[in-house]
């Protein structure tokens, strides 16, 4: 059975930094890209992120160039957001997903929250 | 302001069919397939339709995709109680080289 379980989020200040993980098991981890996708309290999906199999291409919104970053661990079958100068707008539910194709993301964390708030 | 334009929201009574449109540009819906995803209140989003009109092993055949030019539209045949969610559409886009999401319809069954 697949299962993703992100872990990591939190409340944090304006400025600061966090680090998710998604640990990944009943599937070859290695064999696929994985996708980061947040929603706000309240509002819709937003992509954020994606990287492939071995680490060599990865994708983000705009929003978060330059200040967050995706990685993977695959001997550790693991996925990690690094977030850094955190902003109140960052604020969101933060889930891991396996991407099959672009944007095809057929399973899902249950989500991490991410809080920033002083 | 989202990429992709969705209905805010959508009702039909049960057992009618009704359908959600996604409109898109030449660099997302133009160039790329589109995507389906239920989001069931206070739970992940679950893949519905993929590649413009696939359905993941489960999803019952109520549920159909369809992508013309630069728009989809999801269709919901024989609308049950429980098909009472918010449903995204979603697609690569070319030009942002990145994912964009529809801002979401919540369909609400009367």
Known sequence: ????????GGLVQP?????????ASGFTFSSYWMSWVRQAPGKGLEWVANIKQDGSEKYYVDSVKGRFTISRDNAKNSLYLQMNSLRAEDTAVYYCARDISVVTLDYWGQGTLVTVSS | QSVLTQPPSASGTPGQRVTISCSGSSSNIGSNTVNWYQQLPGTAPKLLIYSNNQRPSGVPDRFSGSKSGTSASLAISGL??????D?????????????????GTKLTVL
């Open chain 1, 1 to 8: 059975e697949v299962q993703l379980v992100e872990s990591g």
């Open chain 2, 87 to 103: 449903y995204y559409c979603a697609a690569w886009d070319d030009s942002l080289n990145g994912g964009v999401f529809g801002g």
């Open chain 1, 15 to 23: 400025g600061g930094s966090l680090r998710l993980s998604c640990a």
């Open chain 2, 80 to 85: 049950q109680s429980e098909d009472e969610a």
